[in-house]
């Protein structure tokens, strides 16, 4: 991902699965989560945030 002309990257231990989701909003109670732009219900019924790489950027910035 780039961000103000500088590229960046996520590390992840895994890659289990790809699968098409609807994304949701999140409520009022959510929304101080760092990096979360949504979430979705799985097949499964378990509830999985949706991070956006750019805003877990700029939260790492703030804080280091």
């Given amino acids: 991902t780039r961000y103000e002309g500088k ?3 996520i590390i992840v231990d895994e890659l289990l699965h790809q699968q098409r989701i609807v994304r949701k909003s999140l409520g009022e109670e ?12 799985l097949g499964d019924g378990n509830v999985a945030l949706i991070l956006e790489p750019t805003k877990v950027i700029e939260f790492y910035k703030r804080t280091a």
Avoid at 30 to 41: L, V, Y
């Fill in 7 to 9: 590229k960046y990257g």
């Fill in 30 to 41: 959510a929304r101080c989560i760092p990096g979360a732009s949504g979430g979705t219900i």
